[in-house]
């Protein structure tokens, strides 16, 4: 069955420091890759989509890697603020199986 | 604010009760999604329904159940409450259908607690 497994244990940088999370999933082809931030006890947040035939994406501070051969994504959060602190959800998408989420990866970027 | 609304936003109830919990989607959006969220644990996906029809199932357990009605709001019945059934439950929408890569709006959650 297909699986999506991020960094289990929780992320610690520094302030002004690049985060960078790690999106991996296997038996499965997805189509596109879909960020999302989760505040506690919030509802999550899209942040952003990469389909297959990209190979980066950026948003502001944030950039997103899909290498399909590999079949993981790096999101990476440069100049990292306390702000950015929060789990950090991925979900490969594909036609009719666009639900599942990754596990998440909690971030706590330290002042 | 996403523009997807649940209620109710807290749940206090006993085991072997019945709740509903009720989703008002983003105005235009036809999909609505149904997630479990244990304490940390991950969203798990319960289900889908795309104007009115069940498009996609995923781990839902069957004393759950749902249904989305022509005004598109929808509701997820849980039955035979268990311990083990408290959690966050989130509705998300989306304005296309499961065949393609529309990002999901959710809402802020119905936190349930069964005692």
């Known amino acids: 069955s297909q699986k999506i497994e991020q960094n289990s244990e929780a992320l610690n940088i520094q302030e002004g420091k690049t985060a960078t999370l790690t999106c991996n999933y296997t038996?499965?082809?997805?189509?596109?890759l879909q960020w999302y931030r989760q505040d506690p006890g919030r509802g999550p947040v899209f942040l952003l989509l990469?389909?297959?035939?990209?190979k980066e994406k950026r948003k502001e501070r944030l950039k997103v890697t899909f290498d399909t051969t590999l079949k993981q994504s790096l999101f990476h959060i440069t100049a990292s603020q306390p702000a950015d602190s929060a789990t950090y959800l991925c979900a490969p998408g594909n036609t009719g199986n666009q639900f599942y989420f990754g596990t998440g990866t909690s971030l706590t970027v330290i002042p | 604010d996403s523009g997807v609304t649940q209620t109710p936003k807290h749940l206090i109830t006993a085991t072997g009760q019945r709740v509903t919990l009720r989703c008002s989607p983003r105005s235009g959006d036809l999909s609505v999604y149904w997630y479990q969220q244990s304490l940390d644990q991950g969203l798990q996906f319960l289900i889908q329904?795309?104007?009115?029809?069940?498009?996609a199932k995923g781990n839902i357990l069957e004393r759950f159940s749902a249904q989305q009605f022509p005004d598109l709001h929808s509701e997820l019945n849980l039955s035979s409450l268990e311990l083990g059934d408290s959690a966050l439950y989130f509705c998300?929408?989306?304005?296309?259908?499961?065949?393609?890569?529309?990002?999901?709006?959710f809402g802020e959650g119905s936190r349930l607690t069964v005692l």
């Open positions: 998300a929408s989306s304005v296309r259908t499961s065949g393609s890569s529309g990002e999901l709006f």
């Open positions: 990469i389909r297959e035939n990209e």
């Open positions: 329904y795309y104007n009115g029809e069940e498009r």
């Open positions: 038996n499965y082809s997805p189509a596109y």
